[in-house]
């Protein structure tokens, strides 16, 4: 059974700095892997798709990054903002009833 | 393209009601499926849909049912409302090809 984990559930730092936000899932068979975005009492915004084939995706100030064979992703945030904050998820796709796996997510909030 | 609509936003049930979520997309995704998501339990799949007339169940599809008779629609009923059920219920639709997940902004239902 495919798992999503998420480490630490929160993380504060402050205005400008460079973060890394961790997931790591038990079975590398999956189609892809995303990062979300959830704003308090929103919806989910998808922020970056990666392939399995793939190693890395950027958009603007997020790299995300794909170690299939080790279950690992990496989401890069660069010269954080206080807008940043919000709760990231990472959810694998294996494909099986077309269902994400979704790891419980990193609440950051970023200090001015 | 409005992309994947959620009705209502907001829903108070009182136990033993039923009601139906409304889901639909403009995106001819053929993929659609439907996640509640509780606090500490992350996002769980209730039900999903790989076309119209074929629907089948997640990891807790207990209490709900769901019908495809569209390519655009997806309805989400619950038959007898319990507090168990006061969750946040999201839709999703996915694009074949790259498999990427597109979220509603979904239904936040309480029931008492």
């Known amino acids: 059974k495919q798992e999503v984990t998420q480490i630490p559930a929160a993380l504060s730092v402050p205005e400008g700095e460079n973060l890394v936000l961790n997931c790591s899932f038990t079975?590398?068979?999956?189609?892809?892997l995303q990062w979300f975005r959830q704003d308090p009492g929103k919806g989910l915004t998808s922020l970056l798709l990666i392939q399995s084939s793939q190693r890395e995706q950027t958009s603007g100030r997020l790299n995300a990054s794909l170690d299939k064979s080790s279950g690992r992703s990496t989401l890069y945030i660069a010269a954080s903002q206080p807008g940043d904050s919000a709760t990231y998820l990472c959810?694998?796709?294996?494909?099986?009833?077309?269902?994400?796996?979704f790891g419980k997510g990193i609440t950051l909030s970023v200090r001015p | 393209n409005a992309g994947v609509t959620q009705t209502p936003k907001f829903q108070v049930l009182k136990t033993g009601q039923s009601m139906t979520l409304q889901c639909a997309q403009d995106?001819?995704?053929?993929?659609m499926s439907w996640y509640r998501q509780d606090p500490g339990m992350g996002l769980r799949l209730i039900h999903y849909s790989v076309g119209a007339g074929i629907t089948d169940q997640g990891e807790v599809p207990n209490g709900y049912n769901v019908s495809r008779s569209t390519t655009e629609d997806f309805p989400l009923r619950l038959l007898s409302a319990a507090p168990s059920q006061t969750s946040v219920y999201f839709c999703a639709s996915l694009r074949l090809g790259s498999y990427e997940q597109y979220f509603g902004p979904g239904t936040r239902l309480t029931v008492t």
């Open positions: 079975d590398s068979a999956i189609y892809n």
């Open positions: 959810a694998v796709f294996t494909g099986a009833n077309s269902k994400l796996t």
């Open positions: 995106m001819n995704h053929e993929y």
